[in-house]
């Protein structure tokens, strides 16, 4: 399986005045300018991914939205990626998703940094990658993910992807 991880584009600044509700916060006009951009470099780069899901966030909903303008296929909300759930949680609301060759994460920090570094080393806090606001990381598997199953293919911020572009 080929999993891509991708961090959500730049969101409006918490303010509890304007969205009482955290998961309400969307993304600024910039950061969704920015990452229509991005994204065209994405799926440049992986332009076949068979599944993608999102955290119900509004600001990873429309980055997820905003793949699929660009061929992705329509995301599917999936709770366990909202922020803070733990990694064995989301792996194990993956274990119905085995059939799919290729599967794309839309989320938040810290849980998709702790998500693949469960991947890679077994353990949450044991790797360190940074995935940036808009940026996309590839982890790649022999079978279904497991703990310490992955490779990391590669690690791309949106500057990056924007050039792919």
């Given at each position: ?106 989320g ?7 998500l ?36 990391l ?13």
């Amino acid at each position: 399986m080929d999993l891509y991880l991708v961090r959500h584009a730049i969101a409006h600044d918490r303010d509890p005045s304007r969205w009482p509700d955290d998961g309400e916060r969307p993304l600024t006009p910039e950061g969704e300018r920015r990452f229509r951009r991005a994204a065209k470099g994405l799926t440049r780069l992986v332009p076949d991914v068979e599944l993608v899901l999102s955290s119900p966030f509004v600001r990873a909903w429309q980055t997820a939205e905003i793949l699929a303008g660009q061929g992705w296929p329509a995301p599917e909300m999936q709770p366990e990626l909202e922020p803070d759930c733990p990694p064995h949680k989301i792996l194990a609301a993956l274990r119905g998703r085995d059939d799919a060759g290729s599967l794309a994460l839309v989320g938040h920090r810290p849980h998709l940094h702790e998500l693949a570094s469960y991947l890679l080393t077994g353990e949450p806090g044991l790797a360190q990658p940074q995935i940036k606001k808009g940026g996309a990381l590839y982890i790649k598997f022999g079978d279904a993910p497991e703990p310490g199953s992955g490779t990391l293919a590669w690690l791309l911020t949106p500057k990056v992807l924007r050039g792919l572009a």
